[in-house]
T-cell receptor, first 119, second 115 residues
Framework: AQKVTQAQTEISVVEKEDVTLDCVYE???????LFWYKQPPSGELVFLIR??????QNEISGRYSWNFQKSTSSFNFTITASQVVDSAVYFC????????????????FGSGTQLTVLP | DTGVSQDPRHKITKRGQNVTFRCDPI?????LYWYRQTLGQGPEFLTY????????KSRLLSDRFSAERPKGSFSTLEIQRTEQGDSAMYLC?????????????FGQGTRLTVV
């Protein structure tokens, strides 16, 4: 069974502050993918990043960065210098990587974190 | 536009009526997924297709729900005898699967309200 926990239900920051969104996951799969999606008020889920479980190198992409720690099953996401347009619900998600896994075909989502960036 | 499109965006129906939603995936994507999202929750998996074959269904998908993907292109999700508990956002996503799955791209969803 897979589970994704996003303990922060709501976060408010002032524009230009950095903000980190937490994600903790559970899985029995040895290889898996982790994702972050953004859902603005329009409703569409927008893909942001994907990480493979076998590559723990953390990266930065523009104002986004992520910290993947396999030892603590965490996959935190940071937005640097937040902007009002970053206001949205952010979802962490997990899927197995191997075809032999029953959950390789679907994403398991957390319950989301509502981020509000105030001007 | 090459994104995933869903129609309609909003649907209000009376309890007991049947409704049908349509999803057009990204054209080269061979996998298509349906998810359901209720207020304040993350999306929950319902079913998925690889080409025209429906390969997996969640236990959330009751007998009143049926999905099709004729010819491996667009897909429809039908809910028969709607109940108030069916009120939710229904999201469609597509991805390209070769040796491994790639990230899924989502449409804007169909918001269903059953009154």
């Amino acid at each position: 069974a897979q589970k994704v926990t996003q303990a922060q239900t709501e976060i408010s920051v002032v524009e230009k502050e950095d903000v980190t969104l937490d994600c903790v996951y559970e899985t029995r799969d040895t290889t898996y993918y982790l994702f972050w999606y953004k859902q603005p008020p329009s409703g569409e889920l927008v893909f942001l990043i994907r990480r493979n479980s076998f590559d723990e190198q953390n990266e930065i992409s523009g104002r986004y960065s992520w910290n993947f720690q396999k030892s603590t099953s965490s996959f935190n996401f940071t937005i640097t210098a937040s902007q009002v347009v970053d206001s949205a619900v952010y979802f962490c998600a997990l899927s197995a990587a191997l075809l032999s896994s029953g959950s390789a075909r679907q994403l398991t989502f957390g319950s989301g974190t509502q981020l509000t960036v105030l001007p | 536009d090459t994104g995933v499109s869903q129609d309609p965006r909003h649907k209000i129906t009376k309890r007991g009526q049947n409704v049908t939603f349509r999803c057009d995936p990204i054209s080269e994507h061979n996998r298509l997924y349906w998810y359901r999202q209720t207020l304040g929750q993350g999306p929950e998996f319902l079913t998925y297709f690889q080409n025209e074959a429906q390969l997996e269904k969640s236990r959330l998908l009751s007998d009143r729900f049926s999905a099709e993907r004729p010819k491996g292109s667009f897909s429809t999700l039908e809910i028969q005898r709607t109940e108030q508990g069916d009120s939710a956002m229904y999201l469609c996503a597509s991805s390209l699967f070769r040796l491994r799955n790639t990230e899924a791209f989502f449409g804007q969803g169909t918001r269903l309200t059953v009154v």
